[in-house]
């Protein structure tokens, strides 16, 4: 009990009608249950209720984990330059290395603290990278990271238990680089050359639910997954694959889908747009209600320069942004998104808001959003200083409970 609930206790009016008929005589059980009624009336219910009359709360959170390192050193090369496969090499090892640096594990172990302290439903991640090593040695490959996984473990490790219930893989990239000894220099052969190896990025998303609650409070099936058809070449002959993954999910008699997704950059905002109508003519074309969240790379007021036209199309469409609903009065707040790619600088701060939580269905009231900017604890002055160049978003719905009709799609 907090200082102001405290004052809320000695000021309550039974309390000022006990004061002035103490002098009276009292049955001690009877006093105690008039105390125990007192305090039921005045201190809120414990943090976490689920229960709202015919009502449940869906809490959710989704975060973008982000690779670790900028991918422009590869993608701005000139393939005309004569020198374009030495220069492309050079360029995929400093980025392996860069990922590296980036202490993907202690990341992922800052995200699962703020996944285990809120113990959301559902969690939706974007850029849950596998990386893997194919060695030009004919030697055995090896994974890397596999951030699922990583995930997975840290959650499990924190009393958090979730389960990966739908996946989907979008760009599945192997490339040259160096091979490079635990000092920074290149490997040689037995014959004098280079020894290079492939580093295999695959990027996914996915969708990870609670395991640890009633089966009447949360049931998940008919996992999905796809990729979009419109797409962008990273280099020519190299598309950055982009898609989506579901669930429906069943709580209390009430049915809804949750999907998951990650859209292509500003940069191409005509091709965001082709994704949302995909989402929508695919995935979201149900007579359920549905909750769509994840990476949107769409501002909702342009400040990405993309003019908002993956946003718009959502909203269109008849889904609400929970966190703009809540605070119709603040337009430009809500921040998601702007670290630098190294996580490195702190004057470098948020300046857009690309990640989302949508909903569509009479069912859902949002009760709260919340962005967090995830900061790593004991970082000893040395960067990553963030657990990702993106903020999770958190959010409360209310579900009312009545039996809603199942998807009419198979």
Not at 56 to 81: F, H
Not at 125 to 138: F, I, S, Y
Not at 294 to 309: H, L, Q, T, V
């Amino acid at each position: 009990m907090n200082i102001q609930q405290k004052k809320n206790v000695l000021q309550h009016p039974a309390l000022d009608w006990i004061r002035r008929t103490s002098k009276k005589a009292f049955r001690p059980a009877a006093y105690l249950l008039l105390i125990v009624t007192v305090l039921v009336s005045v201190v809120p219910a414990p943090a976490g209720s689920k229960d709202i009359g015919g009502k449940r709360t869906l809490d959710t959170m989704t975060i973008n984990l982000y690779i670790g390192t900028g991918t422009e050193s590869v993608t701005s090369l000139d393939q005309g330059d004569p020198n374009y496969l030495y220069n492309l090499v050079e360029a995929v090892t400093g980025i392996y290395y860069e990922l590296l640096a980036s202490k993907p594990p202690v990341r992922i172990g800052a995200v699962a603290d703020q996944i285990a302290a809120r113990k959301p439903d559902i969690v939706a991640v974007e850029e849950a990278t596998l990386l893997q090593v194919h060695p030009g040695d004919d030697k055995e490959s090896y994974v890397v990271y596999d951030y699922l996984q990583i995930l997975v473990a840290a959650l499990n490790a924190r009393g958090a238990h979730y389960a990966i219930t739908s996946t989907s893989n979008e760009w599945d990239i192997a490339m040259p680089m160096l091979r490079l000894d635990e000092y920074g220099s290149p490997v040689f052969d037995g014959g004098g050359n280079l020894v290079i190896d492939f580093v295999q990025q695959t990027d996914r998303e996915a969708i990870l639910v609670r395991t640890d609650l009633p089966r009447r409070e949360l049931t998940v099936s008919n996992p999905q997954n796809g990729n979009f058809i419109n797409t962008l070449d990273m280099i020519p002959g190299i598309s950055l694959t982009r898609g989506w993954c579901s669930v429906d999910v069943s709580t209390r008699g009430q049915n809804f889908r949750y999907i998951a997704v990650h859209l292509e950059e500003e940069t191409a905002p005509k091709i965001q747009k082709l994704q949302v109508k995909e989402l929508l003519r695919g995935p979201a074309d149900t007579n359920m209600p549905v909750i769509v969240v994840g990476d949107f790379n769409s501002d909702p007021i342009g400040r990405d320069g993309a003019k908002a036209k993956a946003y718009k199309t959502m909203t269109e469409a008849g889904f609400t942004d929970t966190w703009g609903e809540l605070h119709p009065r603040n337009p430009a707040g809500g921040l998601t998104w702007g670290h630098d790619e190294y996580l490195a600088d702190p004057s470098v701060h948020f300046n857009r808001r690309i990640d989302f939580v949508f909903f569509r269905g009479a069912n859902f009231d949002p009760i709260s959003a919340e962005p967090i900017d995830i900061k790593i604890r004991h970082t000893m002055g040395q960067p990553p200083f963030w657990a990702s160049d993106h903020a999770a978003v958190f959010a409360s719905l209310e579900i009312d409970t009545a039996p809603c009709p199942k998807d009419r799609k198979k």
